[in-house]
C-alpha cells in the first residue's frame, strides 16, 4: 500500500468497492458432523477448483479466507484486493459471520 506524507493528496488509484448481496448465491455444504472427512475434504477441494477458475479468468481479484485441517488446526489469510482493502474485506467477513450465526441460532 503506497503512504503519502502528512498532508499530501490521497492516492486515487484504488477501485471503489461497494459491499452488495450477490446475486449469485454458493452455498457448499458438507457431511454432517461424524461422517467420514473424505467428504468435507472433497467438497472443499470443489469449492477451490471453482474459485481458481474464477481467478484465471479474472473474475476473482481477492480472496479472505479460514481453513480447517484435520488435525483440529485452522489459518488465516487474505490476498489481492481483499489485502489491500483491509475496511471492505471487515465488511464481506462480517456478511459470513451473520450467515454463519444464522445457521447456528436457526
Do not use: H
Amino acid at each position: 500500500m503506497k503512504r503519502t506524507s502528512k498532508g499530501a493528496a490521497a492516492s486515487t488509484d484504488k477501485p471503489v468497492l461497494k459491499l452488495v448481496s450477490s446475486s449469485i448465491a454458493r452455498v457448499t455444504r458438507s457431511a454432517p458432523p461424524g461422517d467420514d472427512s473424505s467428504d468435507a475434504s472433497k467438497a472443499c477441494a470443489d469449492e477451490l477448483r471453482y474459485l481458481l477458475a474464477k481467478a484465471e479468468r479474472g473474475e476473482l481479484v481477492g480472496i479472505a479466507f479460514v481453513y480447517m485441517t484435520s488435525g483440529q488446526s485452522y489459518g488465516t489469510e487474505a490476498v489481492g484486493r481483499a489485502y489491500d482493502s483491509p475496511t471492505f474485506t471487515l465488511g464481506m467477513l462480517g456478511v459470513l459471520r451473520a450467515k454463519l450465526e444464522k445457521q447456528v441460532l436457526g
